[in-house]
Nanobody, 121 residues
Framework: EVQLVESGGALVPAGGSLMLSCATS????????VGWFRQAPGKEREGVAC????????YYADSAKGRFTISRDKAKNTVYLQMNRLKPEDTAVYYC??????????????WGQGALVTVSS
């Protein structure tokens, strides 16, 4: 059974940093890409970052480029999202996902329960 458990959500001031973690189980990083989505109040869910299966190529939404970094630790079965220079518009529930498309093609199969990130102005 695939499980994705996010942690690290918090209230942070604008300009601050935060790292989200996604503890994964039930699948291999060689078979699935892993991504982060977010949903802000009143807005549609959007993809933020993704790390491909195998080589671990990374992809970012324009809003995340230069500020967010996705990484994974195979030994710990954990995927991270380091977020720097946070802005109030980054406030959202952040979800960890598995993607059946190895190159982060958006074929989302599993979702975590979400972690709330609130950025105060």
């Amino acid at each position: 059974e695939v499980q994705l458990v996010e942690s690290g959500g918090a209230l942070v001031p604008a300009g601050g940093s935060l790292m989200l973690s996604c503890a994964t189980s039930g699948f291999s990083y060689d078979d699935y890409a892993v991504g982060w989505f977010r949903q802000a109040p009143g807005k549609e869910r959007e993809g933020v970052a993704c790390i491909s299966s195998g080589h671990g190529d990374t992809y970012y939404a324009d809003s995340a480029k230069g500020r967010f970094t996705i990484s994974r630790d195979k030994a710990k079965n954990t995927v991270y999202l380091q977020m720097n220079r946070l802005k109030p518009e980054d406030t959202a529930v952040y979800y960890c996902t598995t993607d059946k498309n190895p190159d982060c093609g958006g074929d989302i199969e599993h979702w975590g329960q979400g972690a709330l990130v609130t950025v105060s102005s």
